[in-house]
Nanobody, 123 residues
Framework: QVQLVESGGGLVQAGGSLRLSCVAS????????MIWFRQAPGKEREFVAA????????DYENSVKGRFTISRDNAKNTVFLQMNSLKPEDTAVYYC????????????????WGQGTQVTVSS
């Protein structure tokens, strides 16, 4: 059974930090590129960051560059999102997703989704 389980969300003040984790099971994690998306209330889901299957090569949405860092530990089947200097506009449900490595990361053709974790940033 394929699972992506996110954790680490919560309530934080503006300027604070959170570290999200996503633990994968039921598939060959090291063969998949991993992506974090987010969806704010009343808005469409948007791309946040991606890391290649090998851990070498990352992409970020412009508004999070320099503040967020995506990384992965293939030995632990886990992908992380370190979020610093958080802003109220970062408030959203954050989802991790897996895309098989032969597909373009930005294709949107996600193979597996997590259930999401809420991040709320107060001003």
């Amino acid at each position: 059974q394929v699972q992506l389980v996110e954790s680490g969300g919560g309530l934080v003040q503006a300027g604070g930090s959170l570290r999200l984790s996503c633990v994968a099971s039921g598939f060959s994690f090291s063969l998949f590129n991993m992506i974090w998306f987010r969806q704010a209330p009343g808005k469409e889901r948007e791309f946040v960051a991606a890391v290649r299957w090998s851990g070498v090569g990352t992409d970020y949405e412009n508004s999070v560059k320099g503040r967020f860092t995506i990384s992965r530990d293939n030995a632990k089947n886990t992908v992380f999102l370190q979020m610093n200097s958080l802003k109220p506009e970062d408030t959203a449900v954050y989802y991790c997703a897996a895309i098989f490595s032969s597909k373009a990361t930005m294709s949107g053709d996600v193979d597996y989704w997590g259930q999401g974790t809420q991040v709320t940033v107060s001003s």
